[in-house]
């Protein structure tokens, strides 16, 4: 499996970004895709989960993003989005995009360390 994000940049505050994750080689129908992000200041390894989607459609917004973020797919389930409305400083971060296999997924969609694969990420930088 392969991902690769991109759709980064930098823009005030007040504005908007679609970030897109170009999904190859996953077949399986089941398991999940996610947004993550690292902020400039978390330490390498660290993820924040932002939006989840599962196998049956169902998105996850981590809360304090709700109103703000959506996240979507094609139906082929090939390509992955993170629409960022209203976007603001503290949103500035790498964004990177994740899938995993796990069929149970659902309920930890958020949870980093179920992801087994990931992109290298875009960054998102929001000045103020």
């Known amino acids: 499996v392969q991902l690769v994000e991109s759709g980064g940049d930098s823009v005030q505050t007040g504005g908007s970004l679609r970030l897109t994750c170009e999904v190859s080689e996953f077949t399986h129908r089941g398991g999940c895709m996610a947004w993550f992000r690292r902020g400039p200041r978390s330490p390498e390894k660290e993820r924040e989960g932002?939006?989840?989607?599962?196998?049956?459609?169902?998105?996850t917004i981590a809360g304090l993003l709700k109103g703000r973020f959506t996240i979507f797919q094609d139906n082929d389930k090939k390509t992955l989005y993170l629409q960022m409305d209203n976007l603001k400083p503290e949103d500035t971060a790498m964004y990177y995009c994740a899938v995993t296999t796990w069929d149970y997924c659902a309920g930890s969609v958020l949870t980093p360390y179920r992801y087994e694969y990931w992109g290298q990420g875009t960054q998102v930088t929001v000045s103020s």
């Open positions: 932002v939006a989840g989607i599962g196998s049956d459609g169902r998105t």
